[in-house]
């Protein structure tokens, strides 16, 4: 995945697990607190059984509120404990987001990639629960149309976007990780896009901007 | 706009292509015959034929373009789609009582058996499909049937308040199945007794063409004569954004659909249908748009379901379909077999080739170009047959048919030049009529570096081997008259252009920006341009490349128009001068001896401005294009590993509008064909007929490590002042030259795709024990 990679050498493990439920039971649990694992049990329950058994008529769902700190806002916002930060962005906020992409939903494409802490992020990897108390900073936090950062300047200037579906997803892992290696290699900047994926094949202009950016700043 | 008084206009005749869903025919129609406007000399444009940034660019990099996935009015419901897990079934019982008791499920809804998947329908089941199914509580009586025929197809659809409680619904909603044998694989398909996968069989002849006995005769002439079999796999779209629909409508006698579509204007009629509505009173919008690749046009059975929904709940619902069922049902690229019997003579021409080509397109009848394409071959025969399987049915996909045939072809050619021991350019010339080839051959050979190739395929005692190839494609890329064009100049000196049109990521709205400002002597940002929507003028679907040979015509007419009528305007306040000599260039407006800045200029205008209308200019356009690729790669051979090092595509394009774009389109096209070549395949279980590979964990597509040095070369050499859709041929050639490079470098010929480590290891060890 696009983050954790920095300077260290191709072999340094991921620290994404792909295999999206175990995530959900393990971290999940872990991370959000004991008021929340009725809830998660709740559901998980009714996705294991539901397929055999008649689970009765009960909602499988109890909101709780969470306040997320999103482009230096705090702004609470009502979630499942199994709403992903992802969905939590895009469908629950107020006023919701749309720069983080839902693409595959399962840690493969790199279109959700949203900053926590400074680190990209699969946000559909990550439990919005999970995400309270961490500073989240999404593609619209990086810059506006107005006013573009140095990544999402270049990124225009050197057609490294057509659709532009997977585009949020390289800027904003791009804009962190020139902030780790302000002065990469091409074969850097590969390696820093490797959890991101273009099906339009952007890709030699999408390094060509990082590499343009990263002069620039 | 002003209407100049002319007298009858002479028509002529001429053939453009029509597209459905994706795949071209070619209908006559009757145009002006008749000057009208012309682009002028390729090299002589301010604006166009330069290196143009996208207009939609700031808003896309900074997340704030909307996509239909990222629409979320007030009250908005989440659709999700139930699949059949079997391939081949009859649904016996639905039972949706628990999924409705879930708190927040607003809707739920079942396919009838006319709601098929797009493409899998047939003739002879119309008959049985006439009839619905009953859904709903257990108890209602089970009347109709209703038949599944690939895992995957959708059954029920469902609206919920979240999309987590509509998962929640598709894992409650319980549904009976009396499963029904089935068939995935070519092979099996057409052996004796095998499953039918519709009444009439497996097999439907598609094509014959030319004569097999003079074939056959010809063979004796022939100094070598060869035999191969070539196959490619189902490859997937794979569009970042699925396909999907927001409708909204809450009652009352008007709906908006927002459409993940490569054509607004399909959407309209397909939704109104399932409203109940009338056409007029359906609003499609298509602001932005996360790839079709052929693949989305109408609004296919998850716009249906979303319709219906929407209906039933009274509420927007967004049905976008998970990554999953984009897989499962949103259509392929059918997969290919190619039988090919070749004879050839010592000095290299090909002269007589049978070719039987199956089109493997699922429920779907698959396409595939006739062999032998782009070559002259004196005698060939070729027949093109369907075979039919369990799977969901095969949608146009860049460039339908021709990637497959080109890679069987290219492949052939290849062996065939080995074979009589002839340089594989040298060969391909020889066979080849049209110059254009002969002349993008030497440019991409140039280019690669060609002489520097392996000599003797697998050669040298380093297990990384380097090797070069080359293949061919030929594309239409011809317009038709659909476009209808507005634009509109106001007083305060505001441009816009209106055209219902939509955007795919080609570079629609900036080439259509950028035409208007070059006829009115502005800067491309002092116009703005509006697409995406029916109700604005009329627009034709984006398939076959076919949209900017239709909508650039259209543009220009509506700038010329505009600036004739401007002119017209300003003719007092300058001397008099008449309207076709006046000058607009660098925002200001001369004539008679005068200038005025564009402001100026606009505030002589009538209170209500200017609005001139444009149509599509048969003569501002032109369709046929070449095409070729180089690839350099190099083979581990002690892992069977490839890796491209180069790819080198050359485009011939006629009027390039926006060079910056088009090289963009270029380098995706090869991307992609490196992925058809090396990484893209569907895998099936035969004894389940289950995909195995639904995702992109195991469906790989070119990532940022895959990525060679791209050299997108647009042929200038075309000097066609014309505009020729461009965006389906650079997909063609790059998969052959791949294939072919990999042989020449390690010495092993692949023959079916995609070219992984094992079937290179494979092919070393046969070799070695040769
Ligand atoms: S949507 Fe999160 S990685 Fe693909
Ligand atoms: S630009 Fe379309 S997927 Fe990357």
């Known amino acids: 995945m696009a983050d954790e990679q920095d300077k260290k050498p191709l072999k340094k493990k991921s620290n994404h697990d792909p295999g999206r439920r175990r995530f959900l039971k393990g971290v999940g649990i872990a991370g959000a607190g004991a008021a929340l694992v009725d809830h998660l049990t709740l559901s998980t329950d009714a996705k294991t059984e539901s397929a055999t058994a008649d689970t009765g008529a009960k909602p499988v769902t109890r909101n709780v509120n969470i306040i997320l700190d999103v482009n230096g806002q705090k702004r609470t916002v009502s979630v499942e404990p199994r709403t992903t930060l992802l969905n939590a962005l895009r469908n629950n906020l107020d006023k919701p987001l749309t720069g983080p992409k839902l693409v595959c939903d399962m840690g493969t494409c790199g279109a959700c990639t949203v900053l926590m802490d400074g680190k990209p992020v699969y946000s559909c990897l990550v439990l919005a629960v999970d995400a309270v108390g961490k500073k989240l900073t999404t593609v619209e936090g990086l ?57 339009c094949g952007t890709y030699p202009r999408v390094f060509e901007a990082a590499l343009a950016a990263a002069k620039k700043s | 706009m002003q209407q100049q008084q002319a007298p009858p206009k002479k028509k002529k005749k001429i053939k453009v292509p029509k597209v459905i869903n994706g795949v071209e025919t070619m209908v006559e129609v009757e145009v002006d015959d008749e000057g009208g406007p012309v682009w002028g000399p390729n090299g002589k444009h301010a604006i166009l034929n330069h290196r143009l940034t996208r207009v939609d660019a700031p808003l896309k990099v900074s997340g704030a373009a909307e996509y239909t996935y990222d629409k979320n009015p007030p009250g908005l419901l989440y659709g999700r789609v139930v699949r059949s897990p079997y391939a081949h079934a009859r649904v016996i019982r639905i039972d949706t009582s628990a999924a409705q008791r879930i708190a927040g499920v607003k809707a739920i809804v079942g396919a009838t058996n006319e709601d098929v998947v797009e493409g899998s329908n047939r003739a002879a089941d119309v008959a049985e499909k006439k009839d619905n199914m009953d859904l709903g509580s257990a108890k209602a009586p089970q009347k109709k049937e209703r038949i599944v025929r690939f895992a995957g197809e959708p059954v029920v659809a469902v609206a919920a308040i979240t999309p987590e409680i509509a998962d929640d619904a598709v894992r409650a909603i319980k549904i009976e199945y009396e499963v029904l044998p089935h068939v995935v694989r070519a092979e099996d398909a057409i052996k004796e007794g095998a499953p039918k996968v519709y009444p009439d069989g497996n097999l439907e002849p598609k094509e014959k063409r030319g004569d097999a006995a003079k074939v056959e005769a010809s063979f004796k002439e022939a100094d070598v004569i060869f035999e191969a079999e070539y196959r490619t796999p189902i490859l997937h779209h794979s569009c970042l954004e699925t396909h999907g629909n927001l409708v909204d409508y809450r009652g009352g006698d008007s709906a908006t659909v927002y459409a993940s579509t490569q054509g607004t204007f399909t959407i309209p009629g397909d939704a109104a249908k399932e409203l109940g509505l009338k056409e007029s009173a359906v609003t499609a919008v298509v602001e932005h748009m996360g790839g079709g690749f052929g693949s989305k046009f109408g609004i296919g059975i998850e716009g249906k379901f979303a319709c219906q929904l929407s209906k039933q709940a009274k509420a927007p619902v967004k049905l976008m379909l998970t990554r999953k069922d984009e897989f499962l049902l949103a259509g392929n690229r059918s997969g290919s077999w190619q039988k090919f019997k070749a004879g050839v003579t010592r000095d290299g021409k090909v002269i007589a080739l049978l070719a039987t080509q199956y089109q493997l397109g699922g ?86 570096g060609w002489e520097r190739r392996n000599k003797t395929p697998g050669g040298g005692s380093n297990p990384l081997k380097r090797g070069m190839g080359c293949a061919i494609g030929t594309w239409g890329g011809g317009g038709g008259p659909q476009c209808k064009v507005e634009v509109g100049i106001a007083r305060d000196g505001s441009v816009s252009v209106a055209v219902g049109t939509q955007d795919l990521g080609t570079g629609t ?262």
């Open chain 1, 143 to 199: 810059g506006t149309p107005e006013s573009m950062n140095s990544v999402q300047a270049a990124f225009v200037e050197h057609d490294a976007l057509m659709c532009g579906f997977c585009t949020p997803g390289f800027v904003t892992t791009i804009s962190a990780y020139l902030k780790k290696n302000p002065n990469p290699t091409l074969e850097e900047v590969r390696e820093a896009c490797k959890g991101n994926f273009c099906r």
């Open chain 2, 363 to 448: 429920l779907g009848d698959g396409s595939q170009a006739g062999q032998p394409y782009i070559y002259t071959v004196p005698n060939f025969y070729r027949e093109r047959i369907s075979i039919h399987t369990n799977e969901d049915a095969s949608r146009a996909m860049r460039a339908p048919g021709h990637p497959q045939a080109s890679f069987g072809i290219e492949s052939l050619m290849d062996e065939l030049s080995y074979k009589v021991g002839i340089d594989p350019v040298e060969f391909r010339k020889k066979n080849l009529k049209d110059e254009v080839y002969h002349r993008q051959l030497d440019r991409g050979a140039r280019e690669i």
């Open chain 2, 509 to 770: 709205r900036t080439y259509t920006r950028a035409i208007v400002a070059e006829e009115l002597g502005l800067q491309i940002n002092d116009v703005v341009e509006h697409i995406g929507n029916s109700k604005l003028g009329a627009a034709n679907a984006s398939g076959g490349s076919t949209t900017t040979a239709s909508l650039a015509p259209a543009v220009k007419d509506a700038a010329v128009n505009a600036r004739l009528s401007i002119a017209e305007k300003l003719s007092p306040l300058l001397g008099g001068a008449k309207p076709e000599e006046i000058s607009f260039s660098q925002g200001r407006v001369a004539g008679g001896g005068k200038t005025l800045t564009w402001k100026q200029a606009c505030a002589a205008l009538p209170s209500a401005g200017i609005t001139a209308h444009g149509e599509w200019k048969s003569n501002l356009q032109s369709r046929g294009v070449h095409g070729v690729c180089f690839a350099e790669v190099e083979v581990d051979v002690e892992t069977g590993h490839t890796r491209a090092i180069k790819m080198v595509h050359v485009q011939d394009i006629g009027l390039p509008l926006n060079r910056l774009a088009i090289e963009s389109q270029i380098n995706g096209g090869m991307i992609q064909s490196l992925g058809m070549a090396l990484f893209e395949g569907r895998v099936m279980d035969a004894a389940l007929g289950l995909q195995l590979n639904p995702g992109f964990g195991d469906y790989k597509i070119p990532g940022s490590f895959e990525i060679p040095e791209l050299v997108p070369l647009i042929d200038d050499e075309d000097k066609r002042e014309a505009v020729i859709g461009v965006g389906e041929p650079s997909i063609i050639p790059a998969v052959g030259a791949v294939v072919n490079a990999v042989f020449n470098a390690c010495g092993v010929r692949v023959r079916e795709l995609p070219i992984t480590p094992d079937k290179i290891l494979m092919g070393l060890s046969d070799r070695r024990t040769v």
